[in-house]
Structures are given as C-alpha cells and as structure tokens.
C-alpha cells in the first residue's frame, strides 16, 4: 500500500478498531470506482458485431429479414438488452474481412462488445487454399482477442463437390482456431438450412425469410451465451 495511504489510515481515529473502519471505507470507495466503470452498469445495451459475408449482411431479403435484424429480435425477446450490428458485405473472403475489420472496429460507435464472425464460404466456394483461409481467420480472432472482444466462431463446411481432401482440410479449420483461441465455436453456420430447397432462395445458397428463421433459432442459446458474458 503506497505510504501516503498508510498514513491517512493510521492517524484517522485511535487505536486498531479505527484502522479497520478506515480500511472498509477505502476499500468500499474503491470497489465503487472500479465497477462504476463497467459497461454493464451503464444501462447500455450490449453491442454484439456480426461480422460476415451475404449470410450475414441479408443478401436478396428485405431490410429486417436479415440475420442480424432477427438475431436482435431474437435476443431481446430474451429479454437481453442488445443492439446487433450488422457487419455483413455481400461476397466477403476472409481476406476481405481481414482487410475491412480495423475501420469497422473504429466506426462501431462505443466499440464493439462481442462478436460473431461467420467468414469463409465464399473461399470456400473459390477453392481457396484452406491454409490461407485459416491464416486470415486467426488474424481476425487475434485482433478481437487484443481488443478483448469476446467470440463465436460460426464454422462454415466446404462445397461437397471440391472432393474429400478439400474438405477434410477446410472444415478443420474452424474446430481447430476455436480451440487455438479459446472462443465458442458454432460448428455450422447454415445447420438445417443448407441444400433445404424451401429454406433458400432460388440460388440454392442465400436462406430465405424462413431459412434465416431456422439459423436464428438454431444459433439462438450460443449467442445468448455470448451476449450474457459481457456482462
């Protein structure tokens, strides 16, 4: 304890019992000065980032029938106090997230909270090198990680027709950075959704009202987790 506060504690009352007192005061306005400052007690929502490709941002659905709309429907009615930003851009390659997460970072106003990346179908769909794939992604996680934003990684599967090989290697990615980093990992991000015919667009690859309906309810428990460990 610095000599200054010693002091203060020693000389304000007589005797032990006066210490003690001091102390509690001490320590009770310093508990009140440090939590004071946790964004929690502010009353502010939480700030959730959803960062991704089309998935993400809504591609082909009207405005409000996108994931990020329906996620934060979704979270409320939780009764969870939750702003999510969509941080989706149609045609994303992690690369491109990788390139664009500084300056969305610096535009969340407040700062970002927590986080859901959902990045690497349209590598996939590419045929990209999963080691590059990997690469980009643990960058974008290592960033988070030093601005101390907690993550849910939505793993994403390779297209069944780029072989075996190909996908063995580009699934393993996901699992595999989760644990590297120590964030929560949704194994799929279009689990029940993906090849439903009703649930897409004419695409065969954009969910539909309905399909972005199954992927909110099915990914509902991991981000309300996420949104309860900020605060």
Not at 58 to 64: C, H, M, N
Not at 131 to 153: F, G, M, Q, Y
Not at 194 to 219: K, M, S, T, W
Request: aromatic share 8%; glycine share 12%; hydrophobic share 45%.
């Amino acid at each position: 304890m610095p000599k200054p506060i010693r002091r203060r504690l020693a000389f304000r009352g007589y005797g032990p019992e006066a210490r003690i007192v001091n102390v509690g005061r001490f320590l009770a306005l310093l508990f009140v000065a440090v939590f004071a400052q946790v964004p929690a007690a502010s009353g502010e929502p939480v700030r959730l980032l959803a960062f991704g490709d089309s998935l993400t941002a809504g591609y082909g659905l009207p405005q409000g029938d996108g994931f990020a709309p329906r996620l934060e429907i979704a979270l409320r009615n939780k009764g969870l106090d939750v702003d999510v930003i969509n941080a989706g851009v149609s045609g994303d390659t992690t690369a491109g997230g990788l390139a664009r997460l500084d300056w969305v970072l610096a535009s969340v106003n407040g700062g970002a909270d927590v986080a859901i990346v959902e990045l690497g179908a349209n590598d996939g769909l590419r045929g990209f090198d999963p080691k590059t794939t990997e690469a980009n992604l643990n960058a974008i996680l290592s960033r988070l990680r030093n601005h101390d934003i907690p993550v849910l990684l939505a793993g994403m599967w390779a297209p069944p027709n780029l072989g075996r090989e190909y996908a063995d290697a580009f699934n393993a990615i996901y699992p595999r950075l989760a644990e590297k980093h120590g964030v929560d990992l949704y194994p799929f991000f279009l689990d029940g959704v993906a090849a439903e015919a009703e649930l897409n667009q004419g695409d065969g690859i954009h969910p539909n009202a309905a399909g972005v309906a199954v992927i909110v309810e099915r990914i509902l428990p991991a981000a309300k987790a996420l949104v309860e460990s900020a605060r």
